[in-house]
């Protein structure tokens, strides 16, 4: 049963899919906007290509003619995905579900105004002047989002009527594609956030991943752990908020559903449907298949009977500090000689700083103490240096 995939995205999340696809018989076509990305270190073909260019994306598309297509990031010409499910190619998890989530604007009027689900107060805006009136409305301290953007990249925070204009800015910058918008939340008084890895299937039930916790910087994650310490009752609550939309967008694949927890209530927050930088936990090997695994399964339509939770786990960034086109690392022996540690480095080509480089990966058993199991990852993370 060997599909044709091709991957739009081919970064470390898309290298670990891709691993996953082979060890299952696939043939993978992994696409990029430069070459040598570290999916396409060991997928069977590659294309350089500007995904925003839907011409050069239906070029691709008639050229491999895959029987699958899964889209690893946000900037993609997402509209050109339902004439591809009208041609018989299935789009990952769906056309629906893919051309929704790649804008903040979709997912959350679809979570807040059709489902109903409990979210931080909104607004969108399109220019500066706009930003300060939305910002009026939603009031401070409040959190801006471009519209399309991974990874945290042109997320802020305005405390007072000086930031406004920066983080204006910061959010251009950091959008995705060629959408000038952005979403501006009021912030919430939360105790912490957690992902809640979805996986739907083509014939089986909506099955859940244990919690996980992670801690952000810069808008992005800098260590994620697995199992999150949580209420029963609230982490059933977000397992029924995460089945709601989940099902609403429609296909098979792994959702990455992220939630704001605080004392008396859960928040729906954002959802990506792929694999989460924050998932990356499950390499440590806290389950009985890991993110990439279920992934793949729930798109090939093979089946997954149950998702066990088998160790604690924590992953902890290694991230770059300098510019380099031919970057190093130094400190993998002292890394690994931490116990029950792992690393996975991602092959990218270049550097820059904040870039991440690679993940540290430490896991105990699941009377071991969560704190300590993240110390640890931390720890070998530190000890990995990228040089060059």
Known sequence: MEKRIVLLGSGELG???????????????????????PAMQVADAYEVINMLDGL???V????????????????????????????GIQVVPSAKAANFTMNRKA??????????????????????ASLR???????????????????????????????ISKSWQYAVEGSRGDLVEVIVEAFIDFDY??????????????????????????GDYQESWQPMPMLEQQLREAEQMAAKVTEALGGAGLFGVEFFISKTAVYFSELSPRPHD?????????????????????????????????????????????????????????????PNSDI???????SRPYRRMGVALVYGDLDKEIEYITSQAKRVAARVSVVG
């Open 344 to 350: 996975r480095l991602f092959g990218k080509p270049t």
């Open 60 to 87: 691709v598309i008639a050229k491999h003619r895959p029987d699958i297509i899964v889209p690893e990031i946000e900037a993609i010409r997402t509209e050109r995905f339902y004439h591809y499910e009208q041609q």
């Open 15 to 37: 290298k670990e899919f891709v691993i996953a696809c082979k060890r299952l018989g696939q043939y993978v076509v992994a696409v990029d906007s430069y070459a040598n990305a």
């Open 278 to 338: 924050t998932g990356m936990v499950t390499l440590a090997g806290t389950q009985n298949l890991n993110e990439f695994e279920l992934h793949a399964r729930a798109v090939l339509g093979l089946p997954i009977n149950e998702i066990q939770l088998l160790k604690k786990g924590a992953s902890a960034v290694i991230l770059a500090a300098a510019d380099s086109n031919s970057p190093r690392f130094e400190g993998i022996d002292a890394a690994l000689s931490v």
């Open 193 to 218: 956030e957690i992902t809640l890895l979805t996986v739907t299937q083509q014939n089986g039930p909506t099955l859940f991943c244990a919690p996980i916790g992670h801690r952000q910087e810069r």
């Open 107 to 128: 997912i959350r009027d679809l979570a807040a105004i059709d489902l109903n689900l409990k979210t931080a107060e909104y607004r969108y805006a399109t220019s500066e």
């Open 56 to 58: 050069a994306l239906d």
């Open 133 to 163: 009136a939305a910002v009026a409305e939603v009031g401070m301290p409040c959190v801006v989002k471009p519209l399309m953007s991974s990874s945290g990249k042109g997320q802020s925070v305005i405390k007072s009527q000086n930031d």
